[in-house]
């Protein structure tokens, strides 16, 4: 029997693409690499509010819907708290730090995210453009930089983009889609659903996929009569998303229209939150109403939005009766550009950079695997078969590399690679200042680690003991400190009027101003201050009240 399985993969191997294998191999090293480096990346700001709505999401549900408190948790009943309440339940279940448990699988589900990018682009244009996907979105720092600790962000992108996935698989099949089909889309819509309201464009993106497969030539009746007919086939994956959804989204069951109350309620948010834009700031309900475009035009590597364009331009060249790729790039366009749109003319809220619109990060990839196959079948057809065979290495050589460029930023970025910005703006230090940067205190670790490793250089507690306490105030939220200090015991977050010892702070926002100090160690990346400490003990004591709530947003 071992034997046997031993040839079958083998024969296996052999025929498979080595494409395909060689993307195999690269998600099964960042499953791995996840596990490796989890550690690196600090608690966000966020995840003490998201999992403490976790927790009244399962206190809703063990009291047998009795207790209500998750309706009257700041607004975060307008949101799908799926992933936190999955975090929970682990958490209640596994001898791990729950925050642990959030870390690894908000990894794991962002290297899902590239499987199903990789999977979209190979059904789409094939096993290189798969492959081309799957290294762009790896490379990307808004993407990787983020997977660890986004834990909202991140698994609502990856869930859309396996639904989008597995509709195009579906579509492709009608009038006989499989079920194996629908059912992994129900899955996954109810997934995204689980998470934000947004999810919902999803049944719009059905509609159109839906139009593009219908058989040419149809009447106008005969289309819409197809187009009915297809609708009714997910009927059940429909109603498969949203029992999902509403296990993770409490409010979402009170009444059947309030997912599309919260998206309205999404746009007419009004938070005393501060964003920077070309080194303005403004208010969360101020931005202009390019803010995401700009954002993504100079948070994405530069070789993503050109393979990107590539892919619109094949469009156009492909494009014919039964053009499907062309048909399905298109699609794949649209569901990129019409969110951002809605966003322009809605004029909606904005900050946090582009967090808010991650979704769109792995269809983007998916477009940039398409348009960079295309052009490399180009040069097949048009110099692999001529003379110009030398050019023709040396082009697949210069794409390859400016590819993979940006994973030696992340590298020199690392554990910060959501500080990525390409040359249009250049790089991390044009950036620096003049758009958000570590707005969710991700360098909260290395300060601690840094100022206990200092503290211990000067002789303190040379047995692991604290001989007395030391005050820290922080511009940023006190439990990612507390996580952090509380192995040693040493380290307090200093709150009231507490005189602080020590300050520590990003950079962003100008948040090391806040409170004076001297300042005994930097944190730099690129050459870039995105962190500091800062020494007050030789100061006249003075209280945490010092350091403004504004320095703190």
């Not at 839906?210 to 187009?227: C, D, E, K, N, Y």
């Not at 053009?323 to 990129?336: D, L, P, Y």
């Not at 023709?392 to 910060?416: N, Q, T």
């Not at 909260?444 to 303190?460: C, F, I």
């Amino acid at each position: 029997m071992p034997g046997r399985i031993l040839n079958i993969a083998r024969s296996r191997l052999a025929t498979s693409d080595p494409f395909d294998l060689a993307t195999r191999l690269l998600i099964a090293a960042l499953f791995v690499l996840a596990l490796l480096i989890y550690r690196d990346y600090a608690i966000s700001n966020d995840e003490e509010v998201q999992h403490r709505y976790g927790e009244l999401i399962y206190a809703y549900h063990a009291s047998g819907f009795t207790d209500l408190s998750v309706f009257r948790y700041q607004n975060l009943y307008l949101y799908g708290g799926l992933f936190d309440l999955t975090s929970v339940i682990l958490g209640r279940v596994l001898p791990v730090d729950v925050y642990i448990i959030r870390h690894i699988l908000c990894a794991l589900i962002g290297v899902g995210g590239i499987a199903a990018a990789w999977a979209t682009a190979r059904l789409i244009a094939g096993p290189r453009a798969g492959f081309v996907a799957a290294v762009a979105l790896t490379v990307c720092g808004p993407w990787f930089g983020t997977m660890f600790n986004h834990t909202k962000d991140i698994p609502f992108a990856a869930a859309m983009m396996g639904a989008i996935y597995f509709l195009l698989r579906a579509v492709r099949d009608l009038p006989r889609p499989r079920l194996m089909h629908l059912l992994a889309f129900g899955v996954l819509l109810g997934g995204a659903l689980g998470q934000r309201a947004t999810g919902l464009l999803i049944l719009f993106y059905a509609a159109i996929a839906i139009a593009l497969h219908a058989p040419q030539p149809l009447s106008v009746r005969g289309t819409a009569r197809f187009m009915v007919q297809s609708l009714l086939l997910f009927v059940p994956a429909f109603a498969l998303a949203y029992l999902i959804m509403i296990v993770g989204w409490p409010w979402a069951a009170l009444h059947l229209f309030n997912p599309v109350r919260a998206i309205f309620a999404f746009a007419h948010f009004q938070y005393p939150v501060k964003t920077l834009l070309s080194g303005e700031i403004y208010l969360m309900a101020d931005v202009p109403r390019w803010y995401v475009p700009l954002y993504l035009a100079i948070k994405m590597p530069l070789a993503i939005l050109c393979g990107a364009a590539l892919a619109l331009v094949s469009i156009v060249t492909l494009w014919r009766p039964a053009g499907v790729r062309a048909k399905e790039t298109a699609f794949i366009a649209f569901i990129i550009a019409f969110p951002v749109l809605c966003q322009v003319l809605g004029h909606g809220p904005g900050f946090s950079g582009m967090r808010h619109f991650s979704f769109v990060v792995p269809p983007l990839a998916v477009l940039a695997g398409i348009g960079f196959d295309w052009v490399l079948a180009w040069l097949e057809t048009r110099w692999l078969e001529t003379k110009r065979r030398a050019i023709a290495f040396a082009a697949f050589a210069a794409i390859g590399a400016w590819l993979l460029w940006p994973a030696s930023i992340m590298l020199r970025l690392h554990p910060y690679e959501s500080l990525y910005f390409n040359a249009l703006v250049g790089g991390l230090e044009g950036a620096q200042h003049r758009y958000d940067t570590d707005y969710w205190v991700n360098v909260m670790g290395e300060l601690v680690t840094e100022l206990e490793a200092m503290l211990d250089r000067e002789g303190l507690d040379r047995e692991g003991k604290p001989t007395r306490r030391y005050y820290v105030a922080v511009c940023g939220e006190r439990v990612p400190f507390d996580k952090l200090a509380e192995p040693r015991g040493r380290l307090h977050y200093a709150i009231g009027d507490e005189p602080a010892d020590f300050f520590i702070a990003p950079t962003h926002m100008h948040c090391e101003n806040a409170i004076d100090g001297r300042v005994v160690h930097t944190v730099e990346r690129m050459g870039v201050p995105i962190g500091v400490i800062k020494d007050r003990r030789t100061m006249v004591a003075d209280p945490v009240g010092a350091l403004s709530k504004t320095a703190k947003k």
